[in-house]
């Protein structure tokens, strides 16, 4: 039977001939049918899978040399565009929408030799914390199927859970890779904003929005990490950095790390926050206490901005949705009602009535409100008042610290349905992961903790921008650690 661990191994046991590409293409497909009832797949792109799959191996046995994902078989969030695919965002207005173009990030994994083998569930637009805002129906978590398996990436995540792929490719805008990461206990990997194109990414809210990765192991993201980033005349946003060899970085400053040890902060405020579950908050404190003995040196520091962090972030986002999202109007894009219309407007509001579900509309009115004339100030100016002093603060951490450490989510998967009753409870669950998005920088979470009701959670590991070598061979040894 096909078995996947790293990348690494893979390509091992493809050079010696002890699998192919199509054998890892059919483990696949037969793993994704009989996990259909998690709805972590919303189409399956099988025969396309087995013809590349089957290319690829006949390429590998003529002895040409090999790009570095030959044959992964890689599943994407619902929200990147490859040509000549469905892409809804999960939504019904975006329902039979055939991207025009590859996403970049797409392309570019695909010019490495990674088999693309279908697109992923998540919550509507990428707006939601536990994957129950999909117009195609809620994933489910495969390690307690009555619990969600947290969101926007939920699809993605479970994925990468239950072995329906061997990585999956997602979107963060305010934690979407790392709080289904934490709930499933996989890796999930935000890049600093500006590392990876967005080019082909259905926008959401652009200044937040990032391209991120869900993995077994650090080896495999920083690896997926190095394919995907770098420059892109299609998005100006991205950094003109050059992108550092991260698979193989990590392994030389695992060897620094053992004789440097690291400056290592947490943010008071987030272990004492009453949302927080009270053993997760233990085993936390635990973790860092052993990480003082192992020779770090970890402090405390003040966090008092921590209760702005969700309002500015539901400010900001939906300001930013409320424009991008203005696209679908029945014209341009997707569904267009079917009902009698009086005028161009009532055209606009039948099918953004019809097309959009209930959180979209609600963060599509909410945005609009912020923007408004009268209240513009009020709301969209503080908010990135509050941003800007973030972004000092922020600073002023890594002129001392190297990293920034948290509970990635303030409990462990909730479930089907609990929390559906409250927007704000909701909006909870994203305490710990909105920050790295309001400042731009990079943020891991990693599964290093069982929780005693059975649900894994994970630690999240922040740096400075664009210091993901820091991040990831922090993240490493800690892995290393666990096991
Ligand atoms: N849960 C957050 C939200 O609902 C994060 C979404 C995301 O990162 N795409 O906005």
């Known amino acids: ?262 400056k290592i902060a947490y943010f008071k405020e987030t272990l004492f926050h009453p949302g927080l579950d009270a053993e997760i908050k233990t085993q936390i404190e635990y973790y860092l206490k052993d990480l003082t003995a192992k020779g770090y040196i970890v402090e405390a520091i003040d966090f008092s901005l921590l209760s702005y962090v969700v309002p500015t972030y539901y400010v900001l986002t939906t300001a930013e949705a409320s424009s991008n999202l203005s696209r679908y109007d029945g014209i341009k894009f997707g569904h267009r009602t079917k009902e009698s219309i009086t005028d161009l407007n009532d055209l606009y509001k039948k099918t953004r009535t019809e097309g959009f579900g209930e959180e979209v509309q609600r963060r599509i009115l909410l945005g609009s409100f912020v923007l408004s004339a009268g209240y513009f100030d009020a709301y969209f100016t503080k908010a990135q008042q509050v941003r800007q002093k973030l972004v000092d603060l922020t600073n002023s951490v890594f002129s001392k610290y190297d990293l920034i450490l948290s509970p990635t989510v303030p409990t462990t998967a909730f479930g089907l349905g609990e929390n559906n009753h409250s927007a704000t409870e909701m909006f909870l669950a994203d305490i710990y992961t909105v920050y790295a998005n309001l400042v731009g920088i990079p943020a891991i979470s990693i599964p290093l903790f069982t929780h005693s009701n059975g649900m894994p959670f994970g630690l999240q590991v922040m740096s400075a921008s664009f210091n993901e070598v820091g991040l990831l061979s922090f993240s490493k040894e800690q892995m290393n650690n666990k096991i």
Do not use: W
């Open 1 to 262: 039977m096909f078995r996947f661990t790293s990348i690494k191994d893979y390509h091992t046991a493809l050079n010696a001939a002890h699998t192919t590409c199509t054998q890892a293409v059919k483990y696949y497909l037969d793993q994704i049918t009989e996990h259909a009832n998690f709805n972590a797949y919303l189409e399956v792109f099988s025969k396309e899978a087995l013809s590349y799959a089957a290319d690829l191996d006949t390429e590998r046995k003529q002895g040409k040399s090999i790009g570095k994902l030959h044959g992964v078989v890689i599943g994407i969030k619902d929200v990147l565009s490859y040509k000549g695919h469905t892409v809804s965002a999960a939504s019904k207005i975006l329902e039979n929408y055939t991207a025009v173009y590859t996403a970049t990030a797409i392309q570019k994994l695909v010019d490495e030799g990674a088999i693309i083998i279908g697109r992923q569930n998540c919550d509507e637009f990428a707006m939601g914390s536990s994957n129950e805002n999909s117009a195609y129906g809620p994933v489910k978590n495969a390690i307690d199927i009555t619990k969600v398996p947290g969101g926007s990436s939920g699809g993605s995540a479970v994925s990468v859970q239950a072995g329906l792929s061997m990585i999956s490719i997602g979107s963060d805008t305010g934690g979407s890779v790392r709080q289904p990461a934490d709930f499933c206990g996989v890796v999930g990997l935000k890049p600093s904003y500006g590392r990876i194109s967005r080019y082909g990414l259905i926008a959401y809210a652009s200044s937040f929005d990032q391209i991120g990765i869900f993995s077994k192991t650090i080896e495999d993201a920083a690896l997926v990490l190095e394919v995907m980033a770098g420059e892109d005349e299609f998005d100006s946003t991205v950094s003109s950095k050059p992108v550092p060899a991260y698979s193989k970085l990590i392994e030389r400053k695992e060897i620094e790390n053992t004789t440097s040890p690291k």
